[in-house]
């Protein structure tokens, strides 16, 4: 048994480094290493302590009123508890804030089901987008079933946010595509004019497309096509996010041998079941970090249209400090925020490496 | 109404084809037939245009001058059902050109329910079928990633014969492969032609050409430089070209 296990021994690999041994050896080869670890590991240390203190040692949790919070040293969180209802609905009416809640859970939940591959058929996703939205507007917007209308001037908060990522998304997405293949098309007219479409909106800043939506078109368009300001503001917006996705999406497709097309050619396959069954999941496959970051970024670009006069969730957290009494504690509502933007943006991600993992199956 | 055409006009034929890369004249006054069933193979040197040939026939490539007629129907920039042509005729190419994100089985099946519109179940069956005829039903449900050249080479093969079609081209279908996968394949495209398969193969494997050509044609500067049946080919060859190609490929 002994002399068996020594064999197997000999043909095994040679262990692993020990965790001290790898500390050792990364942070502490040299005395100059030594001093820059200390250092470094001080100042670490030091920061994080402040920010512990900050936040939880000397923060206080709950105030009946804003003066018991002057002494504090730390966080004066009760601002969020008393004015988180601004926070998260912006100017929606106090009493209907039910509706805007559940609204944002309906929203969430269809965001959350369009990343499980089970919906992914151009049949589900439809219904499900449908629906989610639906339910969405119907709860936002009111106007049937004894719902009081609550007319999307006075959307807000975090309703008003993922209302407007999920709408940009789901009209850019599409239009990414088409922007994508048409650049790539084999008619020299439609490349160039996709092409040229692409650069034009790239070449202009995001609130400029923004001001021009929600102003400037009213005097162009007809009445009935102008909707409302805030339709107008999610097309220009989609429109800016398909021509930096349609760029993302075309660099998966430059990336497929041309050898992938002529195969389904040569099997009898039509543009269409080309595009979709072979170039469009390896070309998505190919730009998914590219694809997410752009998701990424416009999660967060959103807190641009409050210079077009909505108050999405950043713009009703300023509205929440900015009158009376909390004006001191605009630190507290910030952090409050960026842990909302943290927690949807931070999952993104992770859902985006769990695809990259889930996609890379039989690519080594 | 397939097979009434079969009996009556020739597989391919092209006359007088002419095809330009810009100025570069690729193909020049090609001629050839091909009778159903039978097996031809194209050899010549690189850049002979030997490709190019084969992929005018299932219009990979247009031709800019003369005809190619494919199991009786004109390939030409008119006809919008070329997607038909295509269907009729496989291609095996040298770089297997599966699709990596599907496994076997779905590469094996994806044409079949798009294009022929059959079930997903009857594709399948089909698919294990010819699966188990390249040797590999085990490899059914890996990615192609997973396999190796000789092994991926037999599923693109299989692929092609799920579409049931009446010619089978195979460009260069093992320059890719590692030495000791080379017979694997051919032994593949051997029983192919034994069982009657129209075959069109670019390829230098020149013991496979003696064993199943009908004719061998030799390809150079984008011309039909000479063509025989394989034994005179190889043993007495003709032209000056083809005598110093062979003395190349056979003197190792």
């Not at chain 1, 439809?126 to 609550?150: A, N, P, Q, S, V």
């Not at chain 1, 790539?184 to 070449?203: C, E, H, N, T, Y």
């Amino acid at each position: 048994m002994n002399t068996s296990n020594q064999t197997l021994n000999d043909v095994l690999a040679p262990p692993k480094p020990s965790f001290g041994g790898v500390l050792k050896q990364r942070l502490f080869n040299t005395p100059l290493d030594a001093v820059i670890t200390i250092v470094c590991a001080g100042l670490l240390f030091y920061l994080l302590y402040n920010v512990i203190d900050w936040a939880f040692l000397s923060s206080i949790w709950k105030a009946e009123d804003e003066p018991l919070c002057r002494d504090a040293t730390g966080a004066c969180w009760s601002v969020i508890d008393a004015r988180h209802r601004i926070i998260m609905f912006g100017l929606f009416p106090f009493e209907e804030h039910w509706r805007s809640t559940v609204a944002c859970v309906v929203m969430i939940l269809t965001i959350v089901l369009s990343c499980v591959p089970w919906f992914w058929s151009a049949v589900r996703l439809g219904l499900l987008w449908i629906l989610g939205f639906g339910t969405f507007y119907i709860l936002m917007h009111g106007g049937i079933f004894g719902l009081t209308e609550i007319t999307p001037e006075r959307w807000g908060g975090l309703a008003l946010t993922l209302f407007i990522f999920a709408a940009v998304s789901i009209i850019g997405m599409p239009l990414s595509v088409i922007l994508a293949l048409g650049r790539r098309s084999k008619l020299p007219v439609i490349a160039k004019m996709v092409g040229l479409f692409i650069d034009f909106f790239r070449s202009l800043p995001l609130l400029t497309i923004l001001f021009t939506a929600a102003v400037i078109t009213p005097f162009l368009l007809p009445g009935w096509l102008q909707g409302d300001k805030l339709y107008r503001v999610i097309v220009g917006f989609a429109i800016f996010f398909a021509c930096y996705q349609a760029e993302n999406i075309r660099a998966g497709l430059q990336a497929i041998p041309p050898g992938q097309d002529e195969a389904g050619l040569t099997l009898g396959l039509s543009y269409w079941q080309r595009v979709g069954r072979i170039q469009l999941p390896q070309a998505f496959r190919n730009s998914l970090p590219a694809i997410v970051n752009q998701f990424v970024i416009t999660f967060k670009e959103t807190s641009i249209v409050t210079i077009v006069g909505f108050f999405e969730i950043l713009a009703s957290g300023s509205a929440a400090f900015g009158t009376g009494q909390w004006t001191a504690h605009y630190i507290e509502v910030y952090v409050f925020i960026g842990l909302i933007y943290f927690i949807f943006v931070f999952s993104l991600s992770r859902y985006g490496a769990y695809l990259e993992r889930k996609l890379r199956v039989g690519h080594g | 109404m397939a097979d009434n055409k079969q009996s009556n006009t020739p597989a391919v034929s092209m006359s007088a084809v002419n095809k330009w890369f810009d100025d570069f004249h690729v193909l020049k006054d090609i001629n050839l037939t091909v009778a159903d069933g039978e097996k031809i193979v194209i050899c010549g040197p690189s850049g002979s245009g030997k490709s190019t040939l084969i992929r005018c026939i299932c219009k990979l490539e247009d031709h800019q001058r003369g005809s190619i007629n494919v199991l009786g129907t004109e390939l030409n920039d008119d006809i919008a059902n070329i997607d038909e042509i295509r269907r009729e005729v496989g291609m095996v190419f040298q770089q297997f050109n599966l699709f990596p994100h599907m496994t076997v089985l779905e590469n094996c099946t994806l044409a079949q329910t798009l294009v022929r519109k059959k079930s997903r179940k009857e594709a399948e069956a089909i698919a294990m079928g010819f699966l188990e005829k390249v040797r590999i039903p085990e490899q059914a449900n890996k990615y192609p990633g997973e396999l190796s050249g000789g092994q991926q080479q037999r599923v693109a093969i299989a692929r092609s014969l799920c579409m049931n079609p009446q010619i089978l081209l195979f460009d260069e279908p093992t320059s890719a492969l590692d030495p000791e996968m080379i017979s694997e394949v051919l032994d593949v495209m051997v029983s192919l032609a034994e069982e009657g398969m129209t075959m069109v193969c670019v390829t230098h494997e020149m013991g496979f050409a003696r064993r199943v050509a009908d004719r061998v044609i030799f390809m150079d500067e984008g011309e039909i430089v000479e063509e025989n049946d394989p034994m005179t080919f190889f043993d007495h060859p003709e032209n000056e070209r083809t005598k110093l190609f062979l003395g190349q490929i056979l003197a190792h």
